[in-house]
């Protein structure tokens, strides 16, 4: 029974560290009973926590966070993964170093756990999967960046390389003055390479999507919305049910515009940004290929144009914004609701 009551009252904040991680540790009354640091490894973490009974545990979302999260559930803690953006407490501090911030990160825990807006990993498989998409993101970068520096070298020798798509520009060697040859050659070779492997992770997500989530051949009924897209979708959300309303996706995903209302002033913010950029970006690159004139007409469409026809420096990038916003919104009610793509429902047309 001692036991026990005492599990209760331990609080431990954890500043994750990519070599050492600080842990601070509070009793009942608020007081720091121990501080101490520990190798951020697994089996250095489990030995280091079975020592303790189980307590409370809180760390903030990072590389380290998604095995450090289940280790300590299985060894029988608590475990609140604190989301940084939300805890200025400690990321916008005057005084910031990893003793006070694990001690900041208890103290909150100790308080009330809900002003951490703790988040939950996903699970392994989900986590692989979602893996293999940043890599392939990684390769475009990679191959963008390629492109770009060779395109802007023969630019200096007053040479241009054909506009073409980046899989066609290898095929354009003759057009790289000789005494670029050199210099250019591997790179060109290796936009090649980057290409062929960015082949193979699309035919290889497309396997995974087929496999795994076939929820992504509803979504990619959608114009616009491909096999990427709609898997990086998935994988994100994975449990549509966390979501009461549809379009809470649209703010997870950072689509919605901030809030600074104070009294009578209420200022028109920027979008947040918060949440996943990746997702967020494929959202808005749906969108303007959604608004495209070649694209099939929809409603959602000609809600964009509609805003887009209202003139001014950012009427296009307003429209494309909140086409991405309704669209995050209507992938999640496909999702939830299991009913087919309409183009136009009902009231609509």
Do not use: G, N
């Given at each position: 029974m001692q036991a026990t009551t005492r599990s209760r009252t331990l609080t431990i904040g954890i500043d994750l560290g990519d070599e050492f991680s600080v842990l601070c540790v509070l009793d009942a009354d608020g007081?720091?009973?121990?501080?101490?640091?520990?190798?951020?490894?697994?089996?250095a973490f489990e030995?280091?926590?079975r020592a303790w009974p189980a307590s409370r545990c809180a760390l903030e979302v990072g590389t380290h966070s998604p095995w450090v999260q289940p280790l300590l559930r299985a060894v029988g803690h608590e475990v609140l993964v604190a989301n940084a953006r939300k805890l200025r407490l400690i990321y916008a501090g005057d005084r910031k170093n990893d003793r006070l911030d694990a001690e900041k990160l208890a103290r909150v825990a100790r308080m009330d756990p809900a002003l951490l807006?703790?988040?939950?990993?996903?699970g392994p498989a989900v986590l692989a999967d979602r893996a293999q998409l940043r890599a392939r993101d990684v390769l475009v970068r990679c191959r963008t960046l390629l492109v770009n520096h060779a395109r802007g070298v023969c630019k200096g020798f007053g040479a241009r390389l054909p506009r073409c798509s980046p899989e066609r520009l290898p095929a354009h060697l003759a057009?790289?003055?000789?005494?670029?040859r050199p210099?250019?050659?591997p790179i060109l070779e290796m936009i090649a390479a980057h290409t062929t492997q960015l082949r193979a992770f699309d035919r290889a997500l497309v396997r995974v999507a087929r496999a795994h989530y076939p929820i992504t051949a509803a979504l990619r009924a959608v114009p616009a919305v491909g096999s990427l897209t709609a898997l990086a979708y998935v994988l994100l959300i994975e449990d549509p049910s966390r979501f009461k309303d549809s379009r809470t996706v649209a703010a997870y995903l950072g689509l919605c515009p901030r809030q600074r209302q104070s009294g009578a002033t209420d200022p028109e913010c920027r979008i947040s940004k918060a949440g996943d950029g990746f997702v967020r970006r494929l959202m808005v690159q749906s969108?303007?290929?959604?608004?495209?004139?070649?694209?099939p007409d929809t409603a959602l469409k000609q809600f964009g144009l509609r805003l887009a026809a209202r003139g001014g420096k950012t009427a296009k990038k307003?429209?494309?914004v909140a086409v991405a916003r309704k669209l995050a919104t209507l992938l999640h009610r496909l999702w939830v609701t299991g009913r087919p793509y309409r183009?136009?429902?009902a009231g609509t047309a």
């Open positions: 007081a720091v009973q121990e501080r101490c640091q520990v190798r951020t490894t697994p089996a030995a280091r926590f807006s703790p988040i939950e990993h996903r057009a790289v003055p000789a005494e670029l210099a250019l050659t969108a303007q290929r959604m608004l495209q004139k070649r694209s307003r429209a494309v183009p136009f429902p």
